[in-house]
């Protein structure tokens, strides 16, 4: 079985930072693509960034320069560093990855790490 667990969420004050960070766990021949999502309070899930298995990167509107996804194959962890952050940054972020395993294509999601950003 193939699992995602994410960590650094919490609390912080506008303008400041938090690095989240994503494991996969698990038989795993390989990982495509990686990403990190978020929910806000009555919003549907986006997409924030994400990153291919060679190092493409990708991201929304809102959080372009302010946000890098970065992984290491090595250990296949995903890491999300959030700069300047602004209280509608505030949500669950969700790990997801796309993963080759002996059961096949796999898409994984983690159990969500809450950010909340306050002004």
């Known amino acids: 079985q193939v699992q995602l667990v994410e960590s650094g969420g919490g609390l912080v004050q506008a303008g400041g930072s938090l690095r989240l960070s994503c494991a996969a766990s698990g038989t795993i021949f390989s990982i495509n693509a990686m990403g990190w999502y978020r929910q806000a309070p009555g919003k549907q899930r986006e997409l924030v960034a994400t990153?291919?298995?060679?190092?493409?990167?990708d991201s929304t509107d809102s959080v372009k320069g302010r946000f890098t996804i970065s992984r290491d194959n090595s250990t296949n962890t995903v890491v999300l560093q959030m700069n300047s952050l602004k209280p509608e940054d505030t949500g669950v972020y969700y790990c997801?990855?796309?993963?080759?395993?002996?059961?096949?294509?796999?898409?994984?999601w983690g159990q969500g790490t809450l950010v909340s950003v306050y002004s």
């Open positions: 990153i291919t298995s060679s190092n493409n990167t």
């Open positions: 997801n990855a796309g993963v080759w395993s002996w059961r096949g294509y796999l898409e994984v």
